[in-house]
């Protein structure tokens, strides 16, 4: 069944049910979003601003602020664009080869979503530590990953691998490998198949589950607690930040920071509608396109 269809059916659905029975579903809605979230957001803007705007701006301009930013920043630009060569790549193995192991692949891509970031940020403390059986090695070549940056930025690749490859594998499983196997049988090679057949077919996905990872990585905050030590202007990324501020009663100051995870929260949000509303566009102007071909 379409999704058109779907969605034709549940409107005839919901006109069937009494004006009463939408009014309160409606009002359940509302009520619920505006409890968790709405009246939320209102309050990390209002509790910023509460001291004015230049206490807020002076917060922002805080050199220990500012470094917090540019490291959240700088372990984004890293790890989004990792997870996005290994989501390609798993999605591909997974979606193109029959292999022993195919199904275990799939559940470690999984192991993220089920693992709190807490045990995970532990998990590299233990591997990479001083006190690991990496340690005294790393420490002889004057290479140090927990709490430092590289840390950081390993502790947020593993909770936040999983987002590409997720959107991707559903997809080339639905659009299967037809395409590019007529491309095969005209002579193109491997990366000309990818360029001008896969990627242009799984783009919108792709773009989709780069937004959510980068999310994910600017608002990480379990994993790189324990790896990162809390170093004031070193390791401390902005969710990391807020918490010291919001511990050493500078409100101000934290409510400040946090209004900046927001906004990026709300431009990653808008930036996902944006690509749905492309997506439904795309989807139907081709589904009108083949009405028409039909027809003719």
Known sequence: MSAAAQVQIAGSIGRTEPNWVRFVLVSIAIGFLALVLFIPLCAVFVEAFRKGAGAYFAAISDP???????????????????NAIFGIA????????DFRGRNLLLTLIDLPFAVSPVISGLIYVLLLGSQSIAGPWLVEHGIRVVFAVPGIIVATLFVTFPFVARELIPLMQEQGSD????????????????WRVTLPRIKWALLYGLILCNARAIGEFGAVSVVSGHIRGVTNTMPLHVEILYNEYNFAGAFAVASLLTIFALATIALKSLLEWRLRREQTAASNAAVEERAV
Request: no cysteine; hydrophobic share 65%.
């Open 90 to 97: 798993a999605a591909w193995l997974i979606t193109r080869f």
């Open 179 to 194: 395409d590019e196997q007529a491309a095969v049988t005209l002579g193109a090679n491997g990366w000309q198949i990818f």
């Open 64 to 82: 220990a602020t500012l470094s917090a930013i540019k490291l959240t920043l700088l372990t984004a630009a890293i790890v989004v664009p990792l």
